[in-house]
């Protein structure tokens, strides 16, 4: 048993020796919103089938750990969410947004096809969010008790980019949560999950 921890090591090793690292920023845009039947039922929302998104501004820094043609990208981002709910009241359009801030800690893998200039890739993996600090809650038509709500979060991560001179990525990206964000203790609960749309561009800078 020894022996073969000693084996498999010693190929994780010389893998990672003969790997290629990037490291880089990125800046981009959020159009972050949830999927959800709940609030259909609900007595303090008599009409939630208007459903917005929101745009937030996200950034942090990447790394990708290059195997050939696969790879392993890893990020940590600021990034900011949320939603937002439009109900006609008396002929009059009112909103409400809730706005979260968010740390995300991302890992995907990554298929890459090298090209002379550019080198388009995909990617799949999982985001993980930690919300910094209480939501916001803008406006005070729509009386929502954001106690109900759970905004640590979990989803599924899917992306298509291209990477241009290997000094630049533009990239677009869909994560779709997989956590039940809306904590109520109720018999009709329904899954509420939250979704983001981002669109985003790395700069390599090692």
Known sequence: MKKLTVVLMSVLLASFAFAQFDLGVKLGANYSYIDSEEFDAQVYIDQFSDLQNITGFVGGAFAVIGFGDFGIQLEGLFSMEGFSIEEVIEGNIENTTIRTNY????????????????????????????????????????????????????????????????????????????????????????????????????????
């Open 103 to 206: 740390v995300n800690a991302v890992a995907m893998a990554r298929y890459n096809i090298d090209l002379t200039i550019v080198s388009p890739y995909i990617a799949a993996g999982i985001n993980v969010g930690v919300p910094l600090g209480d939501a916001v809650v803008e406006g005070s038509v729509v009386d929502i008790d954001i106690e109900n709500f759970d905004f640590n979060k979990l989803g599924l991560a899917f992306a298509a980019g291209v990477k241009v001179l290997d000094m630049v990525d533009v990239e677009l990206r869909y994560v779709k949560g997989v956590t039940d964000i809306y904590s109520a203790d109720l018999d009709d609960t329904e899954p509420t999950f939250s979704n983001l749309i981002r669109l985003s561009v790395g700069l390599y800078i090692f």
